[in-house]
């Protein structure tokens, strides 16, 4: 079953505003993922924070991982209309492959 | 680097057709696993290999077969195709299991049964 789920389902923000995308997940991780799905393509990683940081950046990218609430954030600073993808967040569960959520659709407007 | 490559890009079978959906990297690593993604149920895993010779199922299995001879290659098997296979697939791989390494996705094989 899906471990991560991301909220929200859908988010529409206009070009240079910030997106928050949050993933809350069930069962104690030792790592948590961010991947990037333009429409069509392959998933794309973006940044993996470990279950004993809190805070992570990476370019406009910030990630906060709070393990006492299960939860995650992914914050997009100053959108871009090339930001309009779909993000999922993903989690390991021991030796085995990551579980995803059902991700974001993220919508930035010119 | 090629990375993942999956093949073929679309697909149409007919029920009850068997065909075989192609994925290999060139990254030298352990970790292969293949996934589905269905509209709104994100991605759900189907199987995966952490070495050449090992393979396990994960969330979906059933209706599908793998093998893993090399280290490079990791074809899915659809058995008797079903219009319930409809889907997009995806293969991934990565040096190593637990999410402690990126993984790296093909660019996907968009498959319909009718």
């Known amino acids: 079953s899906q471990q991560g789920e991301e909220d929200p389902q859908a988010l529409s923000i206009q070009e240079g505003e910030n997106a928050t995308m949050n993933c809350s997940y069930k069962?104690?991780?030792?790592?948590l993922q961010w991947y990037r799905q333009n429409s069509g393509r392959g998933l794309v990683h973006l940044i993996l924070?470990?279950?004993?940081?809190r805070e992570k950046h990476s370019g406009r990218l910030r990630v906060t991982l709070d393990t006492s609430k299960k939860s995650s954030s992914l914050l997009i600073t100053a959108s871009r209309a090339a930001d309009t993808a779909s993000y999922f967040c993903?989690?390991?569960?021991?030796?085995?492959?990551?579980?995803f959520g059902k991700g974001t659709r993220l919508s930035v407007i010119a | 680097n090629a990375g993942v490559t999956q093949t073929p890009k679309f697909q149409v079978l007919k029920t009850g057709q068997s065909m075989t959906l192609q994925c290999a990297q060139d990254?030298?690593?352990?970790?292969m696993s293949w996934y589905r993604q269905d509209p709104g149920m994100g991605l759900r895993l189907i199987h995966y290999?952490?070495?050449?010779?090992?393979?396990d199922q994960g969330e979906v299995p059933n209706g599908y077969n793998v093998s893993r001879s090399t280290t490079e290659d990791f074809p899915l098997r659809l058995l008797s195709a079903a219009p319930s296979q409809t889907s997009v697939y995806f293969c991934?791989?990565?040096?190593?299991?637990?999410?402690?390494?990126?993984?790296?996705f093909g660019q996907g094989t968009r498959l319909t049964v009718v």
């Open positions: 991934a791989s990565s040096s190593r299991g637990g999410g402690v390494t990126e993984a790296f």
């Open positions: 069962t104690s991780i030792n790592n």
């Open positions: 924070i470990r279950s004993n940081e």
């Open positions: 993903a989690t390991d569960s021991g030796n085995t492959p990551l579980v």
């Open positions: 990254m030298n690593h352990e970790y």
């Open positions: 290999s952490v070495g050449a010779g090992i393979t």
